[in-house]
């Protein structure tokens, strides 16, 4: 019965936080091959990678008909890297990729992550080399909320990975976003108001996150 009540409690704080949160919260149901599936156009602006991409289209959060979710979801640097291609040939305006920490294996060195979006960077411009690309930095996330142990263990590597994404965005020329600084509170863990579950974002951590990547968006 106590743990119904906490259900229900913690649903309808993710209500109050932002009445269409529900609409930008992460979604596992559509999955890769629903993305891979749609058109992609010169005109479009793209959203790749893991979760903050999952479950909705977010041309409704910029209001921006050219902004497309493809986020080829819950996937490493590798499943990335190997099904990105199908997106590229639309040769779309924009890219924005995002690589989560709950996308990374374990035992992974920030340098090998790097490393992969590395390589993802190398094939866009290849494929698709109209395509302006922007790299975001892997967000913190909050290992008190303690639901995802596996994921959460691992958010102090968080910086060193950013670092090393950051270098990558700099050889490649390429944007570097920085979300994490954002997004961190005084103790180096995702605040509360963004998050439930201590990893993906609630409507607020969205709306935050669109008025960083606003400007990327515009330019």
Known sequence: MKKIVFFILLVLCNISVYSQSRKYSTYYYQRATLFESLSVTSDDILFVGNSITDGAEWFELFSNPKVKNRGISGDTTYGVYDRISTL??????????????????????????????????????????????YLQSVLPVNPDLNMFQGHTSRWEMIPDINKAIEKVAKREGVKYIDLYSHFVNSAGKMDVKYTNDGLHLLGQGYLLWRDIVKPYVNE
Not at 90 to 118: C, M, R
Request: proline fraction near 7%; avoid cysteine.
């Open 88 to 133: 590229l040939k639309g040769y779309p305006q924009k890219i924005f990729l995002l690589i989560g920490i709950n996308n990374v294996p374990q035992g992974e060195s920030a340098d090998t992550i790097a490393y992969g979006i590395h390589k993802i960077v190398d094939k866009i411009k290849l494929e698709s080399p109209t395509t302006r690309i």
